[in-house]
């Protein structure tokens, strides 16, 4: 009930004389409409929202119970009273079953009575309300909550569709879809391996959410540098009171998993004591968490991910051969950019969408020489350098076209070669690649100059006059040496 509002009540009766007492002594409380027959009444409920019907139960035509009754039909949330001066028990019955009349006030009434009664039948009529209101609420909200959790599925299994994963026509990565589409349904455990930003966790991901665990949970959990007994408790769960800050019981991941998918990354990166620990839970499909003695059966997939050449650790003993096997019951390789150059333009428009729509900056594209610059570069850092350095060019940027002068100033150092991608320039130095035996002090000077020049031409916009008071040479001096070695800015 709203405290600022009174409840309005709606009283019936044929007298004149018995309306206006009652409209006197209810004005306190109250707000009150009087009606003198039931057709009055039935218009009146038609036209507003009343609380309470107080009625009289001898009128001529219809009697208070039979009014009671439509109002029942109709609006079932109004409080229904009956004033009478008789005890028919005929009536009382048909009120109280067919009205569902909320209680019967005899004649002649007290006023404190009479207020009573109303008082209570408009609280129990607001709670009802109230309650009903918030179930249908709660039934919204559940049916919310399911749509959205729904949707949610729908779209982590369109995200990781296999044919949305950002590639160009000829990538290396059309095989590697294509394992996972034929392992993907199967219940098998995969050790994926490939370098640092190669995406494992991407394609653990669409592992996941083109199998039969689709709908289930996917953890994940990086073991890389993790103490064991943290790592022990974060995967197997712990017992209150089993360490010092151990307040509740907690449920490890494999438990949270229960059904789905767990991705363990950086496997390799494991102890020798972890691994038997791990190994048994592989083996016996069962947990026990730290502290307890209980333990529990899971029906988790394992998914695992390294870096690292585990075959080689294998033969160098520094990882359980038996453990190898239980994760590598298929295996995934996943190549690194150095072997992708295609994909370079397509990812790098793909990043450079994505840090428009999260920076709100407009971005059109790459300039020609920025893109060539960005394909020569060989990307040790992998997909996580590009998009790294995509977002960078985005935020220097002054327009919505990207040029080559944004790009990082060692990945202009570069030394291509042709089809491979060079080293930057200082590690070139140090390893004197790019030289034939025979090539000359003269040779290699010329070609060092040529990149020198190369590269502050590119920071430069192709700006002559800067770049020649950074490089100490006059105007023609810089264009004698640009023509020599055959520079010129991309059209």
């Not at 039969?212 to 073991?223: G, I, K, S, T, Y």
């Not at 494991?270 to 048994?280: E, K, N, T, Y």
Request: some cysteine.
């Amino acid at each position: 009930m709203n405290v600022y509002q009174r409840p309005l009540v709606l009283c019936v009766d044929d007298e004149l004389r018995s309306l206006e007492t009652l409209e006197r002594t209810l004005d306190e409380e109250f707000d009150v409409i009087c009606s003198r027959s039931a057709d009055e009444a039935l218009e009146v409920l038609a036209k507003q929202p009343v609380t309470a019907v107080l009625c009289d139960q001898r009128m001529p035509g219809t009697s208070g119970v039979d009014l009671l009754i439509q109002v029942r039909q109709q609006w079932p949330a109004t409080a229904r009273l009956i004033l009478s001066g008789y005890t028919d028990s005929e009536d009382i019955i048909r009120g109280l079953n067919e009205a569902g009349i909320f209680q019967y006030v005899t004649k002649p009434w007290h006023p404190d009575h009479l207020m009573l009664a109303l008082r209570n039948a408009c609280r129990l009529v607001t709670l009802e309300n109230e309650n009903e209101q918030l179930s249908t609420e709660m039934r919204l909200t559940a049916n919310q909550a399911e749509t959205r959790i729904a949707e949610k599925k729908a779209r982590l299994r369109q995200q990781f569709d296999l044919d949305e994963i950002v590639r160009s026509v000829d990538s290396p990565l059309n095989s590697v879809c294509r394992q996972v589409q034929q392992i993907a349904p199967y219940d098998v455990s995969v050790l994926i391996s490939g370098p640092s930003g190669t995406g494992k966790e991407l394609f653990a991901r669409a592992l996941h959410y083109n199998s039969l665990r689709a709908e289930q949970p996917f953890v994940v959990e990086n073991c890389g540098a993790m103490p064991d007994d943290l790592l022990a408790s974060e995967l197997f769960g712990h017992r209150k009171g089993a360490f010092t800050g151990a307040m509740n019981d907690h449920a490890g991941l494999f438990e949270q998993a229960d059904g789905g998918t767990i991705f363990l990354d950086e496997i390799g990166d494991i102890s020798p004591a972890f691994q038997v620990m791990l190994l048994r839970v592989l083996q016996e499909r069962e947990v026990r968490r730290v502290g307890d003695d209980r333990r529990r059966p899971v029906n988790v997939r394992v998914l695992a991910a390294t870096n690292r050449d585990l075959e080689a650790e294998v033969a160098a003993g520094r990882f359980r051969e038996d453990l190898y096997y239980r994760l590598a019951e298929m295996t995934l390789t996943l190549p690194p950019m150095a072997r992708r150059r295609g994909d370079i333009p397509v990812l790098a428009n793909h990043f450079l969408q994505l840090a428009s729509e999260s920076f709100a900056k407009p971005a059109s594209g790459f300039s020609d020489e920025a893109m060539e610059a960005l394909c020569a570069w060989h990307w040790p850092g992998n997909v996580r350098e590009l998009q790294n350095e995509i977002r960078r060019m985005l935020v220097l940027a002054p327009g919505e076209t990207l040029g080559a002068e944004l790009i990082s100033p060692r990945l202009l150092r570069q030394l291509p070669d042709g089809s491979e991608p060079e080293p930057m320039l200082e590690a070139f130095l140090i390893r004197q690649q790019g030289w034939s035996e025979g090539s000359t002090l003269k040779e290699k000077t010329e070609l060092l100059e040529k990149q020198l020049l190369r590269e502050t031409m590119i920071r430069h916009k192709w700006n002559k006059s800067r770049a020649a008071d950074e490089l100490g040479l006059s105007r023609v001096g810089l264009r004698a040496k640009l023509d020599r070695y055959g520079l010129e800015p991309k059209a």
